[in-house]
């Protein structure tokens, strides 16, 4: 496995505001992936991160709301801007780790309110 | 649609018995399969993949895929209480690195 860092892992934002969420991994990875976990639901794919290139949107998530960065093999972050109520989620950063695996990793989630 | 459907429970099961959770999944041609295990607040935690039908056994836990009825399954022997989470089952289709999950099962252990 490897070992991912998200910051934050928390937090509290006004309606409006945009937040930047950031993923750290102690390797370099060439797959990165960022979800998000409604309260009681199950996870969902946002966008697949690629380095050097625009990230991959899944239907129902546009760059505008979502923008991702990915600079580096080692480091992504994902924005949400303009933040409502229902973007109150746990957002979740996950990568496969070593050669040709597909098994994926997570993160340690940043749980976001917005209130 | 692609989809992933999972009983929500909770599946309550004594400790020391067997817990059995099951997946289905409607794309023929998924290629791999995983369970993970999220306990409440955190993130998930992977558990077990396989990739070929028959079992596979990783200490207590015994996956269990049949490609032919689309269907995965993730026994617990010997369930303990640190065991009670929520198991998601995820599928990736072939030709894809996207992940499909389940709804998850919630598992709690009575000891």
């Known amino acids: 496995s490897a070992v991912i860092s998200q910051k934050p892992s928390r937090d509290i934002c006004q309606r409006g505001t945009s937040l930047t969420i950031q993923c750290q991994v102690d390797?370099?990875?060439?797959?990165m992936f960022w979800y998000r976990q409604q309260p009681g639901q199950s996870l969902t794919l946002i966008a697949t991160a690629n380095q050097g290139s625009e990230a991959t949107y899944e239907s129902g998530f546009v760059i505008d709301k979502f923008p991702i960065s990915r600079p580096n093999l080692t480091f992504s972050t994902l924005t949400v801007s303009n933040m409502s109520p229902e973007d109150s989620s746990i957002y979740l950063c996950s990568v496969f780790v070593g050669g040709a695996s597909t098994e994926a990793f997570f993160g340690q989630g940043t749980r976001l309110t917005v209130v | 649609q692609k989809e992933v459907e999972q009983n929500s429970g909770p599946l309550s099961v004594p400790e020391g018995a067997i817990a059995s959770l099951n997946c289905t999944y409607s794309?023929?041609?998924?290629?791999?399969f995983f369970w993970y295990r999220q306990y409440s607040g955190k993130s998930p935690e992977l558990i077990m993949s396989i990739y070929s039908n028959g079992d596979k056994e990783d200490g207590r836990f015994t996956a269990q895929l049949n490609k032919a009825s689309q269907y995965v399954s993730l026994l617990i022997r010997d369930s303990q209480p640190s065991d009670s989470a929520t198991y998601l089952c995820?599928?990736?289709?072939?030709?894809?690195?996207?992940?499909?999950f389940g709804t998850g099962t919630r598992l709690k252990v009575l000891a």
């Open positions: 995820a599928v990736r289709g072939s030709g894809t690195y996207k992940y499909i």
């Open positions: 390797s370099q990875v060439t797959m």
């Open positions: 794309d023929r041609v998924s290629q791999s």
